[in-house]
């Protein structure tokens, strides 16, 4: 018997389009606070200065292991990985992100064919904006755009979701705990887009997120 459950008739760039104003929110509410703070700067200093030449960026590699925590097809997930890239001028963050469950807590996924272990990875690009607020704490808006698979953990291995699109922006607080490592974790929320689903539905996948890492770099 053929156990596939259809997609939802909603169109699936609903969840995507949502993620993507909840981002682009994030990105100008922080353009925003920034040009404030210039202004505020600026007027504390009581001078005018000439404008000064702009230089090159400061372009800053970083690398931060971290896991993730969340809900797929009813199970809890810890999926481990990382993110790896750069910080330019110290503000906006460019890079990759990579997570699977081989290396965390595999979920227990409620089918029609009953309970089964698998294994759920995702990866994709890193996008974010840090906010300065003082040299022990700053706080970070990031976000993954990427695909991801959920896939039967032993017997047939059978695939239960493929080639689906993944946007989930984070929330983070950051505390640094030396030069080049920095305690971090956040929230956030995983929405899912596309893809081909057996046994499960993309709602199963879709899921709020927590996430608990060290970056490492300055």
């Known amino acids: 018997m053929d156990t596939v ?10 969840s995507v389009a949502l993620g993507l104003v909840i981002v682009l929110s994030a990105f100008a509410a922080a353009a925003a606070n920034a040009q404030e703070s210039a202004a505020d700067t600026a007027q504390d200093s009581g001078a005018a200065t000439a404008p000064q030449p702009s230089g090159r960026p400061s372009i800053d590699f970083f690398l931060q292991p971290e896991a993730r925590v969340s809900r797929v097809g009813g199970g809890t997930a810890v999926a481990s990985g ?3 890239g750069w910080v330019i001028n110290r503000k906006l963050i460019l890079g990759g992100a990579s997570f699977s469950t081989n290396y965390g807590v595999e979920p227990t996924v409620a089918t029609l064919d ?7 990875k995702y990866r994709g690009g890193l ?12 706080t970070s808006i990031t976000s993954v755009i990427g695909r991801g698979s959920l896939q039967a953990s032993y017997d047939d ?3 239960m979701a493929d080639k689906f699109w993944v946007l989930e922006p984070t929330a983070n607080v950051n505390v640094r ?3 080049w490592a920095t305690l ?5 929320y995983r929405f899912v887009s596309g893809g081909q689903f057996r046994g499960v539905e993309r709602a199963d996948v879709s899921s709020p997120t927590a996430r608990f890492g060290v970056y490492l770099g300055l």
């Open 5 to 14: 459950k259809r997609a939802s008739l909603r169109s699936p760039r609903t």
């Open 82 to 84: 990382f993110n790896t």
């Open 114 to 120: 009953g309970d089964r272990k698998a294994d759920f």
């Open 127 to 138: 996008i974010g904006w840090k906010f300065n607020h003082s040299p022990t704490v700053q």
């Open 157 to 159: 291995r059978a695939m």
């Open 177 to 179: 705990a030396h030069r």
């Open 184 to 188: 971090s974790a956040g929230i956030g």
